[in-house]
């Protein structure tokens, strides 16, 4: 979305021009979702605890693994979140192949939630 936004403004300043390579919009995406998640992360883990949406770890489990118990699980809410931000604000979003990826990921991150809603 910023590529369209920004990108026409080439004509008049040439600075704009770096919006039409990739790895520029790559680095800069990757660095938004850093920062989404690095902002986000303690209210959603604080919120997650919340909601009891804890680690459930069995009885015939080794030992060690028991002071996991209620740790928050679904954390990757948090990290698709970002990334689909990221990836809609930066990419060109008329490339089939990104909806394609998103769907996908979006797609897995649902299994994943599932997974760790079932107990």
């Known amino acids: 979305m910023l590529y369209y936004l920004f990108y ?13 390579y990739i790895t520029f919009r790559a680095i800069y995406a990757t660095v938004t979702a850093l920062l989404i998640t690095l902002i986000l992360g303690p209210f959603v883990v604080e919120k997650l605890r919340k909601i ?13 693994h028991r002071k996991k118990q209620g740790t928050p699980t679904a954390g990757g809410v948090l990290i ?4 689909v931000t990221s990836t809609c604000l930066w ?24 997974d760790d809603s079932a107990r």
């Open 52 to 64: 009891n949406f804890g680690q459930y770890i069995r009885e015939d489990g080794p030992a060690t």
């Open 91 to 114: 990419a060109d979003i008329t490339n089939h192949y990104i909806w394609l990826v998103l769907f996908a990921l979006v797609g897995m991150g649902a299994i994943g939630l599932l």
């Open 8 to 20: 026409p403004l080439h004509e008049y300043f040439s600075f704009f021009n770096v919006f039409r």
């Open 80 to 83: 698709l979140f970002a990334v």
